[in-house]
């Protein structure tokens, strides 16, 4: 084969054009997949956005719902779903950076823990609508706990932990393994390595890991219609027993509804649901951009 | 069988005696029947080419091979008359006498003062810990250079400077032996000379096991040089012996650069 001598490109063949062009087509392809996503959301929030917004106004936020749509708002599903959120928190958190830590720093590497390992992974492909079977008859039915937040919020902890347990391992085992010998070079048991070292070095993986399980948990509707949440309620809760109900939940009952200013009611509704969401990643995303700063 | 000289040890109770020691790594034996008597308040190099097993040997001295779940050691360490081996010891109090520095500076994501204060908060050493932080900077020969930055970022020091921090931080929690994985492998020459001028003057009040795979720094800061090769010890004397005069040819094929 003979070297091309002279200026670069003076030599070009027909193989080099070709390959050019496909490495053009290539990130042109990619670039409309990426754009598929994006234009996705963007159509959805000017759907909602031209039908919801006239209806979002302090009225909405601060109204129960209403037979009546002018005087409907969304008052009592969304303290619901901030109670639901907040115990589910309160619940799945600890349990499942508990359990992320035994299997990260305690377990041992046996047959069982692998088999523990791949049932958490199996766990979070589960459908939702079976959590809110479980939840029905273990919740609701056998330990009493009826109708309830409590219910709600247990049934959506043992979906989400899962995930969290997952996530938390991730930030655990990103924990370089030179601190982990330095802090036991100079005799700290394991329950001090793990507190003082490895815990406040994963955290803020572990809080993006919880926050992003939280917002798959904040638009569930399955499981809670499973446990009973209803779409009508003319009340806030007074306690972790009480009745309630949450966005989507209410968003559905809205949309279901034949009339066209209900539909306008769930567009709102949404925009709130929207909202909460967005909230919620930014905080997941500030939380991280902290953490890459540490390191 | 390996080549020993006599390791004067005049008066000195040793500090460290390793009796047939041996380490797998599930079916691998990496380090094989070693036997080793490391003198108080002197320094011995473990030499020899990668992979030779003088890191998992050094890690047999304050059995930080137990973190390591697939490794087994067998064959006594005796410290103090005692087999750091034994079924009543404390792996957690074997690591706080016996220290270790390792390869790349490893400094905990904290300020400067609470990576040295760390030791002594684990283990309940009481006291007034400002004295003890300043004295263990003065002693890694830091202090002059972080006295007043002492809550920055251990981040924030360069390389030689955040090992010199480590070498501290092990000497807060008063240990009688500092083991020293290849402290200076990851440091441009001068710090490593730093480093080197350090080990020199703690001699006087610990012992010192350091790994190296520089044979000129094995020379200049150790007393007695241990050659290992494929798990083995291969000769084991005064330094100056092994540099200039071995008995075992492998040996002076290493030191002298032939291999390795």
Request: net charge neutral; hydrophobic share 45%; aromatic share 8%.
């Amino acid at each position: 084969m003979s070297v091309a001598a002279g200026p670069i490109g003076s030599a070009e063949s027909a193989f080099d054009r070709r390959r050019r062009r496909m490495g053009g087509v290539f990130a042109v392809l990619c670039a409309a997949a990426t754009l598929v996503g994006v234009a996705a959301l963007g159509v959805l929030l000017v759907d909602v956005v031209i039908d919801g917004l006239p209806r979002l106004d302090r009225a909405f936020l601060t109204s129960f719902a209403s037979r009546i749509p002018e005087r409907a708002g969304v008052k009592a599903a969304l303290v619901g779903s901030v109670w639901t959120l907040s115990l589910t928190a309160l619940i799945a958190f600890p349990v499942s950076v508990a359990a992320a830590i035994y299997l990260e720093e305690y377990a041992p590497r046996s047959w069982v823990t692998k088999a523990i390992q791949t049932n958490i992974a199996n766990l979070a492909g589960v459908p939702s609508i079976v959590y809110g079977i479980l939840g029905l008859a273990l919740f609701v039915r056998t330990l009493g706990f009826e109708r309830s937040i409590l219910s709600g919020a247990l049934t959506l902890s043992l979906l989400i932990m899962p995930v969290i347990i997952m996530a938390a391992q991730e930030a655990i085992r990103a924990v370089p393994s030179t601190i982990r010998e330095a802090a036991y070079g100079l005799g700290a048991t394991r329950w001090q390595v793990v507190s003082s070292q490895v815990v406040p070095m994963a955290l803020p993986g572990i809080l993006t890991g919880t926050i992003l399980a939280l917002s798959r948990a904040v638009g569930e509707t399955a499981p809670l219609i499973m446990v009973g949440a209803v779409g009508f309620i003319a009340f806030t809760p007074r306690g972790v027993m009480d009745e309630f109900t949450v966005l989507p939940l209410q968003i559905y009952s809205w949309i279901s509804r034949p009339q066209e200013e209900f539909r306008r009611l769930a567009a709102a509704g949404i925009i709130v649901l929207l909202a909460l969401l967005l909230t919620m990643n930014a905080v997941a995303i500030i939380l991280r951009n902290r953490a890459q700063r540490h390191s | 069988m390996p080549t020993t000289y006599d390791i004067q040890l005049g008066d000195r109770e040793p500090a460290l005696v390793a009796q047939g020691v041996s380490v797998y790594y599930g079916e691998k034996h990496a380090v094989k029947h070693i036997d080793l008597t490391v003198p108080r308040n002197q320094v011995v190099a473990l030499i020899g080419p990668s992979g030779c097993g003088k890191s998992t040997l050094l890690r047999c001295f304050n059995r930080m091979n137990d973190l390591i779940g697939t490794a087994r050691v067998t064959g006594r360490v005796d410290f103090h008359g005692q087999d750091l081996y034994g079924d009543r010891v404390d792996p957690v109090e074997v690591r706080r006498r016996i220290g270790m520095v390792f390869q790349k500076p490893n400094p905990f994501p904290k300020s400067i003062y609470d990576n040295v204060a760390f030791g002594p908060r684990v283990n309940g050493i009481g006291g007034d810990l400002d004295r003890l932080v300043e004295e263990s900077l003065r002693r890694a020969a830091l202090w002059d250079e972080v006295s007043d930055r002492l809550n920055d970022s251990a981040y924030a020091l360069s390389g030689g400077q955040q090992q010199r921090l480590c070498i501290a931080r092990t000497l807060a929690v008063r240990p009688e032996i500092v083991l020293m994985d290849e402290p200076a492998s990851a440091l441009d020459p001068i710090a490593t000379q730093r480093i080197e001028e350090l080990i020199y003057e703690l001699k006087q009040e610990y012992t010192i096991v350091i790994v190296t795979h520089n044979m000129q720094q094995a020379a200049r800061i150790s007393d007695y040089t241990a050659f290992l090769y494929m798990g083995e010890l291969i000769e084991y004397g005064p330094t100056e012996t092994i540099f200039t005069n071995p008995r075992e040819d492998r040996t002076e094929a290493y030191v002298t650069g032939r291999f390795g």
